[in-house]
């Protein structure tokens, strides 16, 4: 069983900037990519950024230059650096991760299974 809990979240104004956190605690052998999703009302959920226990890295277009993300494998978590924000960033986000579990059976270690945080709100005013 695993779980993912997302902080980092809160109120910002225009330009400012955000750090989200998402911690994977549980039965986890080994976790490949991690990555964070977005939704904001009245829009479809959207992949923001991703990264693979490689390395590999992919963004969405909107928050290339502006989001970074990264991961400490020591630490399960995967982390968000929001910077240059604007009011269009407001959203839930929430961390996934694709995961081995102990106990399970792979194999194809590359897919394991999908884990998905709880979600934590950034607001943008202005």
């Known amino acids: 069983q695993v779980q993912l809990v997302e902080s980092g979240g809160g109120l910002v104004q225009a330009g400012g900037s955000l750090r989200l956190s998402c911690a994977a605690s549980?039965?986890?052998?080994?976790?490949?990519?991690m990555g964070w999703y977005r939704q904001a009302p009245g829009k479809q959920r959207e992949l923001v950024a991703g990264?693979?226990?490689?390395?590999?890295?992919n963004y969405a277009d909107s928050v290339k230059g502006r989001f970074t993300i990264s991961r400490d494998n020591a630490k399960n978590t995967v982390y968000l650096q929001m910077n240059s924000l604007t009011p269009e960033d407001t959203a839930v986000y929430c961390c996934?991760?694709?995961?081995?579990?102990?106990?399970?059976?792979?194999?194809?270690?590359?897919?394991?299974?999908?884990?998905w945080g709880q979600g934590t709100q950034v607001t943008v005013s202005s």
């Open positions: 549980g039965s986890i052998f080994s976790i490949n990519g």
């Open positions: 996934n991760a694709d995961i081995l579990v102990m106990g399970s059976t792979y194999y194809d270690l590359s897919r394991g299974d999908d884990y």
């Open positions: 990264i693979r226990s490689g390395g590999n890295l």
